[in-house]
């Protein structure tokens, strides 16, 4: 921070397990790269090429490279692991991302069917070598899991070697964990994190509202994904109690009951 303000809450630093903050690349340019780089490095932990962008954007190794020396966690979207998997080309999948020096990877199946002990089995697989994130949710509206299988498949994907378990959200906000509306599935969420230490989930959440309902139900760190090149900076100040939506949430009690209307 730039100033010195008493009641700020402590945020973890880079490096960090929980706090997380992953933002989605779809196609940015070099400089645009760079220009996110110089603009929040030090508030973005995972960086995310989303769905299949990385096959068309130029100079993508040296742009990978750049992310990976800001010390970004880069991966390609689970959509592009679901077109080679579907293709039986899981090994050129392997071959792709090593030939762009990625070491993290998203396994997903939210564009297709794949019998849940499959995606265990390649969960596994990938973490002998690879970080790997698994997302839970499908990407389509009207497709609704039970809690009682969301918990299953986020416990499972855990055991079987996922760092992190996504909740689906896409980058429109209104499928998985959240209503056609955008808004949260409480009931849902509140089921999850009886079962599922939130810390161990990444929540997808593009939209502001959706990024106050998690503050305000985890606190500052929780971990949330799916934020846009330019809203990282924004985000940081709703995760600190220096925007409206969160502005009483980290002041004492005395401070609230003079100041808040």
């Not at 010195?4 to 960090?16: A, D, F, M, Q, Y």
């Not at 397990?17 to 940015?28: A, E, Q, R």
């Not at 934020?227 to 005395?254: K, Q």
Request: one cysteine or more; hydrophobic letters at 40%.
């Amino acid at each position: 921070m730039n100033a010195t303000l008493n009641h700020i809450p402590e945020r973890t630093v880079k490096g960090r397990n929980h706090g997380l903050t992953m933002v989605m690349d779809k196609g940015l340019s070099l400089r645009q790269a760079e220009d996110l780089i110089a603009s929040s490095h030090p508030y973005v932990d995972i960086l995310k090429l989303g769905f299949g962008t990385s096959m068309f954007s130029p100079q993508l190794k040296e742009k990978v490279k750049l992310y990976q020396e800001a010390k970004f966690r880069v991966y390609v979207g689970g959509t592009l692991f679901e077109a080679f998997a579907v293709r039986n080309q899981i090994d050129e999948y392997k071959r792709y991302i090593d030939s762009i020096g990625l070491d993290t990877v998203e396994i997903s199946d939210g564009s297709m069917v794949l019998p849940h002990d499959r995606k265990c089995e390649i969960i596994h697989e990938f973490a002998k070598n690879y970080k790997v994130l698994s997302e839970v949710g499908s990407k389509e509206e009207g497709i609704l899991i039970s809690p009682a299988k969301w918990i299953k498949m986020m416990v499972t994907e855990l055991q079987a070697g996922s760092w992190k378990v996504i909740a689906e959200a896409r980058e429109s906000g209104t499928v998985g964990i959240y209503r056609p509306n955008g808004q949260a599935h409480v009931m849902l969420i509140n089921k999850i994190i009886q079962k599922v230490n939130p810390e161990d989930i990444l929540w997808e959440a593009p939209k502001k509202p959706q990024q106050v309902y998690f503050i305000k139900l985890f606190g500052h760190n929780v971990n949330l994904g799916n934020i846009a090149e330019n809203e990282v900076i924004p985000l940081e100040c709703l995760r600190t109690g220096l925007r409206g939506d969160t502005f009483f949430d980290f002041l004492p009690s005395n401070i609230q009951e003079e100041f808040k209307a």
